[in-house]
């Protein structure tokens, strides 16, 4: 019954995994989700640090201290959880504020209990089934995979607060298949006082941060929840209050007097950050008067009668734009089920049905997939301010792979414009300015790689006080085109950035800017300056690409001794929180991965030896650097690679939460079936070929994937999600097997070195999923595909030296 055990004893670390991750990014924000992979390999390599130095006294004793460790899996995800939650962590005072580190190395502590008590009873069941590692290795693999299609299936039901206090169940029945019949009155006492703490301690609510939108809106005199909705993508609040009125790019000369207030609106926060209005429709969209008043109402004063296509339907105020200004039809893509459930339910009336209105068509799906898979042209293509304005100017998206904002996404974006038609993107406005300037050089060079030689006669740029617009033209602006853009912002005294003929002179007119600097911004992006402007720019203002997605990652090293000379400590609003996050949490990482580590590497210098000269373990000791090397190497290629396809499937498969679970539950059950290949079929050539074969599925997939989606992508989600199957499986097989492999020769020479192997690639990976994440933000996945088989190279070197005994390390 071992096997059936750590079947679900996986099962519970990947589904406690997904579940604070939900969890993190509804109290904080989407960037801890990486946090959460270093907390739970954190527990790993502690574990195996743990039982690695007491080994000689559970010498014999494994089964029961297996037994022991799954009872107390029973309560820790759901006692761990509520002990996070005791502390008032705040991430954007942690610069600030001492204690928030104090709070954070709490979090850590507690949280990584529950992945400590997975990782022991696997690697206590690695000395168990000393002969059959890699069936063990398999039931584990098999395991996680069925609980990350199971747990996220589950949070399409129940808060995410409640699936650590559920995941007591798998827990109790890995406890209860390991026992005797004759200790079951004692296990079922056992099992019953967890149940009791359970009870008692009870499900807790997610603190949420105060920098969170939700937090300050539920604090309005008259603030009512309406409604919450959970779900793998998100968690939608409802939130009614006579004070919310939010139209983003508003005039700021408004006429109120003549056309009145804004309608009553209802607002939607997703995660508690990000929010979308619906607003109050109690006629017909001609009664919308007021969307004529905002910076995307210039579309449509430049095409008459469009055909739209909206990315990201949101409350429907985009929706609604169109229709005021009489839309032939509107196509509006939203992935989020629970939206529509909402807009087409309990918002219905409210919403004056946007959703359901017979010259609309809203299609459960993402954007960019969407149109891959179809030929049909529109007059508009629209992507209006998709992030709420506190998460952009906060930099909390970071660390966000955005597909929708690449030079590919554009490029295809103009690929389905109709002859004459024009993609609108609005952004917000930041000081100093960034995100506009990304845009319009992403436009730009989209423009160029389309053929387009005069990019300059094709953009527009405009700008209220808080957000910016930009077109892309399919054709050149005309000279009556040109004149409604001069004719419309005069109107509503908005500032244009740039226009084909546009004067220094005519720029920056009524929200007035220390300079021009957009129009000069624009102005070297379309000359032969564009190169050095982007190297000396202050900001990473160079477009994202499907190889680097990271549109909203504008951070740069070098700039940090200029800001500092010129601001102090002023900068530091001007560093995206995502991505300091996530160099605080690499260097944690390696911080933590050196604590644990210092005993395995302390013998070999010749510390904490024993009277006469005995390593603390005892026994022969496989060599100390064959260990870190092979291991170390392994942890950090299986992560690196894991993050490239990863990246690679998301993107074709389109919905990002079929894209997770399929992809989790197809790596995880066939690395499960490499190792118990690797398990039955032992032999000399073995691991040569497997990391032969990795080479070379790396390199087709990286220079053949990419073709192969764009020629498969009119094919159905079921077909894609059988051709995504087969193709992750066949890289997930070959890194299966080093490991077990590796762990099995390791088993053979002695008894002490397994914990040690487990703690190493624990640290590796540890580090590995934050500093993969670093470098495909710096250099790209390719790049990543690439170090991860030099490392599997560096792996193919050192196991020949875990066959050889070592007395000292």
């Known amino acids: 019954m071992t096997h059936l055990a750590i079947f679900l004893v996986g099962l519970v670390g990947i589904a406690y995994q997904i579940a604070l991750m939900r969890i993190f990014s509804i109290a904080q924000w989407y960037h801890f989700a990486y946090m959460i992979i270093s907390i739970c390999m954190l527990g790993f390599s502690f574990s195996g640090t743990l039982l690695a130095l007491v080994r000689r006294r559970i010498a014999g004793r494994e089964a029961l201290w297996l037994s022991r460790c799954t009872l107390a899996l029973v309560p820790a995800p759901a006692l761990c959880y509520a002990l996070g939650q005791m502390v008032p962590f705040e991430s954007f005072r942690l610069l600030v504020e001492p204690i928030q580190s104090l709070y954070l190395l709490w979090i850590y502590l507690a949280f990584s209990l529950p992945f400590a008590l997975v990782s022991a009873c696997i690697t206590l069941g690695f000395m168990i089934e000393k002969a059959r590692v890699g069936k063990v290795y398999f039931v584990n693999m098999a395991g996680s995979g069925l609980g990350a299609l199971v747990v996220i299936l589950l949070l399409y039901r129940v808060n995410p607060v409640w699936v650590p206090y559920l995941l007591a169940i798998p827990a109790a029945v890995a406890h209860l298949v390991l026992q005797r019949r004759a200790d079951w009155l004692r296990t079922w006492r056992w099992l019953a006082a967890a149940g009791i703490l359970l009870v008692l301690v009870g499900p807790r609510p997610i603190r949420m941060s105060e920098y969170k939108g939700l937090s300050h809106a539920g604090a309005l005199p008259d603030a009512e929840v309406l409604e919450r909705r959970d779900g793998p993508m998100s968690q939608i609040t409802v939130l009614s209050s006579s004070m919310i009125r939010e139209t983003p790019g508003q005039i700021s000369n408004y006429p109120m007097g003549r056309l009145g207030p804004l309608p009553e609106q209802i607002a939607l926060f997703f995660d508690g950050g990000g929010m979308s209005v619906v607003n109050r429709l109690n006629g017909e969209p001609s009664e919308a008067v007021y969307l004529d008043y905002v910076g995307d109402a210039l579309p449509y004063r430049l095409l008459t009668r469009p055909e739209v296509f909206i990315v990201g339907a949101g409350g429907g105020t985009q929706i609604l734009n169109a229709l005021y200004h009489r839309a032939t039809h509107v196509t509006a893509v939203e992935a989020d089920p629970n939206l529509f459930d909402l807009m087409e339910g309990s918002l219905h009336a409210f919403s004056g049905g946007l959703y359901t209105r017979p010259e609309v068509t809203v299609v459960h799906a993402e954007g960019r997939g969407?149109?891959?898979?179809?030929?049909?042209?529109?007059?508009?293509?629209?992507?209006?301010?998709?992030?709420?304005?506190?998460?952009?100017?906060?930099?909390?998206?970071?660390?966000?792979?955005?597909?929708?904002?690449?030079?590919?996404?554009?490029?295809?974006?103009?690929?389905?414009?109709?002859?004459?038609?024009?993609?609108?993107?609005?952004?917000?406005?930041?000081?100093?300015?960034?995100?506009?300037?990304?845009?319009?050089?992403?436009?730009?060079?989209?423009?160029?790689?389309?053929?387009?030689?005069?990019?300059?006669?094709?953009?527009?740029?405009?700008?209220?006080?808080?957000?910016?617009?930009?077109?892309?033209?399919?054709?050149?602006?005309?000279?009556?085109?040109?004149?409604?853009?001069?004719?419309?912002?005069?109107?509503?005294?908005?500032?244009?950035?740039?226009?084909?003929?546009?004067?220094?002179?005519?720029?920056?007119?009524?929200?007035?800017?220390?300079?021009?600097?957009?129009?000069?911004?624009?102005?070297?992006?379309?000359?032969?300056?564009?190169?050095?402007?982007?190297?000396?720019?202050?900001?990473?203002?160079?477009?994202?690409?499907?190889?680097?997605?990271?549109?909203?990652?504008?951070?740069?090293?070098?700039?940090?001794?200029?800001?500092?000379?010129?601001?102090?400590?002023?900068?530091?609003?001007?560093?995206?929180?995502?991505?300091?996050?996530?160099?605080?949490?690499?260097?944690?990482?390696?911080?933590?991965?050196?604590?644990?580590?210092?005993?395995?590497?302390?013998?070999?210098?010749?510390?904490?030896?024993?009277?006469?000269?005995?390593?603390?373990?005892?026994?022969?000791?496989?060599?100390?650097?064959?260990?870190?090397?092979?291991?170390?190497?392994?942890?950090?290629?299986?992560?690196?690679?894991?993050?490239?396809?990863?990246?690679?499937?998301?993107l074709y498969l389109s919905y990002p939460v079929l894209a997770v679970s399929v992809i989790?539950?197809?790596?995880?059950?066939?690395?499960?079936?490499?190792?118990?290949?690797?398990?039955?079929?032992?032999?000399?050539?073995?691991?040569?070929?497997?990391?032969?074969?990795?080479?070379?599925v790396s390199a087709v997939y990286g220079a053949g994937l990419s073709p192969l989606f764009a020629a498969s992508a009119g094919l159905g989600e079921a077909w894609k999600i059988l051709l995504s199957v087969l193709l992750l499986g066949l890289p997930?097989?070959?890194?299966?097997?080093?490991?077990?492999?590796?762990?099995?020769?390791?088993?053979?020479?002695?008894?002490?070195?397994?914990?040690?192997?487990?703690?190493?690639?624990?640290?590796?990976?540890?580090?590995?999923?934050?500093?993969?994440?670093?470098?495909?933000?710096?250099?790209?996945?390719?790049?990543?595909?690439?170090?991860?088989?030099?490392?599997?190279?560096?792996?193919?070197?050192?196991?020949?030296?875990?066959?050889?005994?070592?007395?000292d390390g």
């Open 370 to 650: 969407y149109l891959q898979a179809r030929e049909k042209r529109f007059d508009l293509i629209q992507l209006s301010l998709l992030d709420s304005f506190n998460a952009s100017s906060a930099g909390v998206r970071a660390l966000n792979e955005d597909y929708l904002y690449t030079l590919e996404a554009m490029g295809l974006y103009l690929d389905r414009l109709a002859p004459e038609g024009m993609l609108a993107i609005s952004r917000w406005l930041k000081s100093p300015p960034r995100d506009t300037i990304k845009m319009a050089a992403t436009l730009i060079e989209t423009a160029e790689r389309a053929g387009i030689r005069e990019p300059a006669r094709h953009l527009v740029v405009i700008r209220t006080w808080n957000t910016a617009t930009l077109l892309l033209s399919k054709v050149p602006l005309s000279a009556e085109r040109i004149a409604a853009v001069r004719a419309f912002c005069a109107e509503r005294h908005l500032d244009i950035c740039w226009l084909p003929d546009l004067r220094i002179e005519e720029t920056n007119r009524y929200t007035i800017l220390e300079t021009p600097e957009y129009f000069q911004a624009i102005s070297r992006l379309l000359s032969a300056e564009r190169e050095s402007f982007y190297r000396n720019h202050l900001f990473d203002i160079r477009p994202a690409t499907d190889d680097r997605p990271y549109f909203f990652r504008f951070f740069r090293w070098k700039a940090l001794p200029e800001l500092w000379a010129h601001m102090g400590t002023e900068w530091i609003p001007f560093v995206e929180w995502g991505y300091l996050t996530l160099i605080v949490t690499l260097l944690q990482a390696l911080l933590a991965c050196v604590l644990l580590l210092l005993p395995l590497v302390a013998p070999a210098l010749g510390l904490f030896r024993k009277r006469g000269g005995e390593i603390p373990g005892g026994s022969k000791q496989v060599g100390t650097a064959a260990v870190m090397f092979y291991f170390g190497a392994l942890g950090f290629a299986f992560m690196f690679l894991e993050m490239a396809f990863i990246q690679k499937f998301m």
């Open 664 to 696: 989790l539950t197809a790596m995880l059950f066939f690395a499960g079936l490499g190792s118990y290949f690797a398990d039955r079929y032992r032999g000399v050539g073995l691991l040569p070929r497997t990391f032969a074969a990795l080479a070379l």
């Open 732 to 807: 997930a097989f070959f890194m299966g097997i080093p490991f077990p492999t590796g762990l099995q020769r390791v088993s053979e020479r002695d008894d002490v070195s397994v914990p040690w192997a487990w703690c190493v690639n624990g640290c590796a990976s540890v580090v590995g999923a934050t500093l993969g994440k670093v470098l495909a933000m710096q250099f790209g996945f390719r790049f990543l595909l690439l170090t991860a088989v030099v490392l599997y190279g560096v792996a193919t070197i050192a196991y020949p030296a875990l066959t050889r005994d070592k007395l």
